[in-house]
């Protein structure tokens, strides 16, 4: 099974903080993404990336930064956080070649920024 | 531009009920559909997906969809609902030539009363 780990399942942090969330997936996934979801709104996506070093906007970058030095791992930045980044963090992969595209999701981050 | 549109903020249904779970797309070509649930303080798990043939697909967990192209539509149902079916359900439509994106509704929450 394809699993996706993220490093936090709860994060408080304060306005103004650099703010890390890591995500980690074992199924040798090119693509890897992050969504921000809030009620209502279902999923936005932040970010994506389909490689190593490489990085697409996706529909909300504003205010987040993205790293993958590894094809397994894939960071979200928010570089000086604000309360209204808060929100629940989701991060998934997908296979490239796949035809199918469904991603794999992790568990979820819940950030609050106070 | 591609969109997905769940009309139903929230459903409850009794135990024992029969579901329907309403999804209406918008999409130039032929899309990927998905189903993917999502249970409380989890990610989200793909229920079930669609992308050429048989226009009713199975899924997992006992659920299924039909994908009617005149309607634009691509709802789940369940013959009879369990109350482990609480949570919250998104549609999607992915991408099926190329690019990254898939664009998520806003979700249903469902809950099963006793």
């Known amino acids: 099974d394809v699993k996706v780990t993220q490093s936090s399942r709860y994060l408080v942090k304060r306005t103004g903080e650099k703010v890390f969330l890591e995500c980690v997936q074992d199924m040798d996934h090119e693509n890897m993404f992050w969504y921000r979801q809030d009620p209502g709104l279902g999923l936005r996506l932040i970010y994506f990336s389909y490689d190593v070093k490489m990085k697409e906007k996706g529909d909300i970058p504003e205010g987040y930064s993205v790293s993958r030095e590894k094809k397994e791992r894939f960071s979200l930045i928010l570089e000086s956080a604000s309360t209204n980044q808060t929100s629940m963090y989701l991060c998934?992969?997908?296979?490239?070649?796949?035809?199918?595209?469904?991603?794999?999701f992790g568990p979820g981050t819940r950030l609050t920024v106070t | 531009a591609q969109s997905v549109t769940q009309p139903d903020i929230h459903i409850t249904v009794s135990e024992g009920a029969s579901l329907e779970l309403r999804c209406n797309y918008s999409y130039g070509a032929t899309p990927y559909l998905f189903w993917y649930v999502q249970s409380p303080g989890q990610g989200l798990q793909l229920l079930l997906k669609y992308f050429s043939g048989d226009t009713l697909v199975q899924g997992i967990k006992g659920f299924e969809a039909e994908f009617k192209r005149s309607q634009s539509s691509f709802n789940l149902r369940k013959p009879s609902v369990h109350w482990s079916d609480a949570a919250e359900y998104f549609c999607?439509?992915?991408?099926?030539?190329?690019?990254?994106?898939?664009?998520f509704g806003a979700g249903t929450r469902l809950f099963v009363k006793a």
């Open positions: 998934a992969s997908s296979p490239l070649r796949s035809t199918h595209y469904e991603q794999y």
């Open positions: 999607a439509v992915g991408p099926n030539t190329g690019g990254f994106k898939t664009i």
